[in-house]
């Protein structure tokens, strides 16, 4: 079931995805204490937020290759979320660590035919809001290359901007 609204001033689609799948929604209570930024890293005409939406909710109902999930991807028109922001979910790839158990996981979309910067200004945007809904400082807005040690958010890294992400 999807429901429709606007978050900080952006469409916003909350398309939760169904419990079953542990390796998905495990449904572990968390109290959020970081919001982790991400970018999708494809590039692919037409993988907006939306696509990403599909993409975990299949992973989540026909079976998954992977453990992987987050709270929310955004895009240059929308903002999708996939998982309460009460729950875990496995994004940070520090296991059990903080990066999973206790951070927003927010997924900025790269791909070819959106506009980068528009999702980056929609990600400040819902980052923004998380941080006073859940009363998270702006020091724990954090890159998931801090849990993992992976390269993302990769345009964000390139560039050096992250600290506006978080200043913005």
Request: glycine share 12%.
């Amino acid at each position: 079931t999807k429901r429709y609204g606007t978050l900080a001033g952006t469409k916003l689609v909350e398309s939760i995805v169904p419990a079953g799948n542990i390796a998905i929604r495990p449904r572990t209570p968390m109290k959020g204490r970081y919001i982790t930024i991400h970018e999708t890293a494809n590039t692919e005409r037409g993988a907006n937020a939306e696509a990403h939406a599909k993409y975990l909710y299949n992973q989540a109902t026909q079976g998954t290759f992977r453990t992987a999930s987050w709270h929310f991807t955004v895009d240059d028109k929308q903002i999708y979320q996939h998982l309460p922001t009460n729950e875990n979910g496995w994004h940070a790839g520090d296991g059990n660590g903080p990066g999973n158990r206790e951070s927003i996981g927010i997924e900025i979309a790269v791909n070819q035919d959106g506009d980068y910067n528009k999702a980056l200004e929609n990600a400040k945007r819902l980052a923004g809001y998380l941080m006073n809904k859940e009363g998270i400082p702006a020091s724990n807005i954090v890159k998931h290359h801090n849990w993992s040690g992976k390269k993302c958010p990769d345009i964000m890294l390139s560039r050096g901007n992250f600290a506006g992400l978080v200043q913005g």
